[in-house]
């Protein structure tokens, strides 16, 4: 009796280990991984050796597969297509301490350079251009990846990358996702319908909500981000909820659709560090995942475009630097009231010169450092020359109305607010005292930390909102941005007139 039990053990400890090792080879079969090839720059490790985790996670509008062509449309004439852009451009950013984390959603109408590139896989290939930036995924994942790390200075070490059928997949594996609109909703060019209120969405339904940019906001792909951050901080919510992680059978359907959907770089592209990834995530309180849109502003040769606007490069420089744009108590800092003093928007490089005296009897210092400034794209009207007397402390005095300035050049520089004084004058002047007595980035004191995050100039006008927000809801647009049988209507009219067309959740 003993001998049969110990044999059947034996047997269930082996059929079980062969379970396990055919399922971690399947998923790791699922996985396409493409190399970046460094085209994104390299994190900085922090005092303690510990590096931030920036990812580029894209959403393809690529028609390349029966399946993406039924789900997106558009693929009567020509068949499953070629070549895709990058609709969604979201930068993941992980602290180094794990603590907290930020989402900046990047809007695909943005005009930028994209640099030049070659996509080993299709072949494709450009010598570099002004484009919509959504364009550089048809030169590849890596291209993408290039082409935002140029324009916002952050390092991008990973990418994902998800298609139509992908957000599909995702959706269901995790049993739908619950989200809120503000009114009446038909969307008739993504197809989603909804009543007012809350909805939980599955498949299709989760696929039209976070395509739908005529829905919501202003009809623009800037309302769409806002609609897309909904979603994604209840998908965020669901996995941290008691038993998504921790049941068994949710945990492999739920990997299963993981690895069949995305399409990620070399460093991410097996199981483990998969789960890897997912683990540094799940340590992130939702509260403490700030989630942004990048500042914009019209583009001023196509009113249908858009460029980096005032505040992004702060919202850029606090994510380089790994900063939280969340508080100590992981609220995101309260607007200014009208009747308080707002914290001054941050003012481009471009547009500030700094006059650099040296204050330290070093040869070279004040050049050195107006050389870093103009590296920077500070203005080439930044001058150089001796401090009136030596300084033992580096100041940067700014003239009244111009602390949104200072701020500008102190998060160029590395300096702490305390560094920083109001004056008498109408410039900025920059005495580098004797505590800076080498290098571009200043030293500060025995904590040796850049200077802190001005938060509220980093999500000034980014929509900016936190996962721990269940009760959001997107925000429907008030205006004439669908169409219904050739009359142009608001999403809240189209819905009334479409009522023999079922609910996107029917």
């Given at each position: 009796m003993l001998r049969t039990t110990a044999i059947t053990l034996s047997a269930l400890v082996v059929a079980t280990a062969g379970v396990g090792w055919w399922f971690y080879q399947h998923l790791n079969g699922n996985i396409h991984s493409i190399s970046l090839d460094g085209k994104g720059g390299a994190e900085k490790a922090d005092a303690f050796g510990r590096t931030p985790i920036n990812i580029l996670v894209m959403g393809s509008d690529g028609r390349t597969s029966k399946a993406d062509c039924a789900l997106g449309g558009g693929?009567?004439?020509?068949?499953?297509?070629?070549?895709?852009?990058?609709?969604?451009?979201?930068?993941?950013?992980?602290?180094?301490?794990?603590?907290?984390?930020?989402?900046?959603?990047?809007?695909?109408d943005t005009m930028t350079k994209v640099p030049a590139c070659a996509d080993s896989e299709s072949d494709q290939s450009t010598n570099g251009y002004y484009g919509q930036i959504n364009s550089a995924l048809r030169y590849g994942p890596a291209c993408q990846v290039a082409t935002v790390h140029q324009l916002t200075g952050i390092p991008i070490d990973h990418f994902v990358k998800l298609d139509f059928a992908g957000v599909v997949k995702m959706s269901d594996a995790v049993g739908g996702v619950s989200v809120c609109v503000s009114d009446d909703v038909y969307d008739t060019y993504s197809h989603l319908k909804l009543s007012k209120g809350a909805h939980t969405l599955k498949g299709e339904a989760a696929l039209e909500f976070v395509r739908s940019r005529h829905g919501f906001g202003d009809g623009s792909d800037l309302g769409r981000t806002v609609s897309q951050h909904i979603f994604l901080s209840s998908m965020i919510r669901k996995f941290k909820s008691a038993g998504t992680l921790t049941d068994p059978t949710k945990v492999y359907k739920l990997s299963d659709a993981a690895t069949k959907a995305l399409t990620v770089d070399d460093g991410l592209g097996s199981v483990n560090k998969l789960i890897g990834l997912a683990a540094d995530v799940n340590k992130v309180p939702t509260r403490r995942i700030t989630f942004a849109t990048m500042q914009t502003a019209p583009d001023p040769a196509d009113s249908d475009r858009v460029v980096v606007g005032p505040g992004a490069k702060a919202l850029f420089a606090s994510i380089a630097d790994d900063r939280p744009l969340t508080t100590g108590s992981g609220r995101k800092p309260a607007a200014p009231s009208a009747t308080a003093e707002a914290t001054p928007s941050a003012v481009p490089a471009s547009e500030v010169a700094v006059t650099v005296e040296n204050g330290t009897g070093i040869t070279g210092r004040a050049s050195g450092i107006a050389t870093a400034l103009t590296g920077q794209g500070f203005s080439s009207a930044t001058t150089t020359g001796n401090a009136p007397s030596p300084a033992s402390a580096t100041t940067l005095t700014y003239g009244a109305g111009r602390k949104a300035a200072?701020?500008?050049?102190?998060?160029?520089?590395?300096?702490?607010?305390?560094?920083?004084?109001?004056?008498?004058?109408?410039?900025?002047?920059?005495?580098?005292?004797?505590?800076?007595?080498?290098?571009?980035?200043?030293?500060?004191?025995?904590?040796?930390?850049?200077?802190?995050?001005?938060?509220?100039?980093?999500?000034?006008?980014?929509?900016?909102?936190?996962?721990?927000?269940?009760?959001?809801?997107?925000?429907v647009s008030p205006y004439k941005t669908v169409e219904l049988k050739g009359v142009a209507m608001t999403p809240a009219q189209a819905y009334a007139a479409a009522r023999d067309k079922p609910d996107s959740d029917g």
């Open positions: 693929c009567a004439k020509t068949g499953v297509q070629t070549g895709s852009n990058a609709d969604v451009e979201m930068v993941l950013h992980i602290s180094a301490d794990r603590s907290d984390a930020t989402v900046m959603s990047i809007p695909r200072a701020l500008t050049v102190a998060e160029a520089l590395g300096l702490p607010a305390s560094r920083l004084k109001e004056g008498t004058g109408s410039g900025l002047t920059l005495v580098v005292g004797g505590d800076w007595p080498s290098g571009d980035r200043y030293p500060g004191t025995a904590a040796a930390t850049p200077a802190p995050a001005d938060t509220r100039a980093a999500v000034g006008g980014a929509h900016a909102s936190t996962a721990d927000q269940a009760g959001k809801c997107a925000e």
